[in-house]
């Protein structure tokens, strides 16, 4: 299958699928943190939703519409920071290309909503500890808008031993998170889990010979 992987600059899924034999690409306006150069596509995302794809798989950017950052969207209570909202609410407008787009198999990852933006119902909601779940055996919940595709099941979970995200006074005690260094907050908390990846690319894909046998093109 052709895959295209949005607003990826790990390239963790789009990994995977390689691995598995798909034509894969990810896809950022910035430059990428990958190994795989000539697996990524940066440009504007629009041009390549204009391309046929057999899959699309989509990480749009969160830091308007995450329900984390209630405290500025609602600075003094009760009152709404008309400039925040309005940066949401072109994100929700992203976020919907993804989802609107022409293509069979979608899916989008983001985290918990701010319930203002409203938001159209998930499809699902994911843990890290839940797909190989030794490799980081964090919670920190992500929800998925799935269409044409299946839900995905978790795969060697494990029993979390904390949050990813630290949170309050939790920052000053790195025994509490799973969480990289302080200060790279934004980006790291994008990245994608490997597990997930691992299990996104098993599950919506499989291997190419299991995909042609099912006649999945």
């Not at 599950?203 to 042609?212: F, H, R, S, T, Y």
């Amino acid at each position: 299958m052709r895959v295209l992987v949005a607003c990826e600059e790990s390239q963790a899924v789009t990994v995977e699928l390689r691995r598995l034999g798909h034509e894969a690409y990810s896809c950022d306006i910035e430059s990428f943190s990958g190994e795989h150069p000539e697996w990524h596509l940066q440009t504007d995302v629009r041009d390549l939703l204009k391309m046929k794809w057999d899959m699309l798989i989509a990480f749009p950017p969160c830091t308007y519409l995450s329900n984390a950052g209630a405290c500025r969207l609602y600075p003094t209570k009760g009152v709404l920071n008309q400039e925040r909202y309005k940066k949401g609410l072109a994100a929700k407008e992203f976020f919907m290309m993804f989802l609107n787009a022409d293509c069979q198999r979608i899916a989008v990852e983001n985290p918990v909503s701010s319930r203002v933006f409203e938001m159209p119902p998930h499809t699902q909601e994911i843990q890290p500890y839940q797909f190989y779940g030794a490799e980081h055996p964090y919670t920190k919940n992500t929800r998925l808008w799935i269409k044409g595709l299946p839900l995905l099941v978790p795969v060697e979970p494990v029993e979390p031993i904390g949050p990813y995200v630290p949170a309050g006074t939790g920052r000053k005690d790195r025994s509490k998170y799973g969480f990289a260094k302080r200060g790279e907050d934004a980006k790291n908390r994008a990245k994608t889990f490997p597990g997930i990846a691992k299990a996104m690319a098993e599950q919506w894909a499989g291997p190419v010979e299991a995909a042609q046998a099912g006649r999945v093109e």
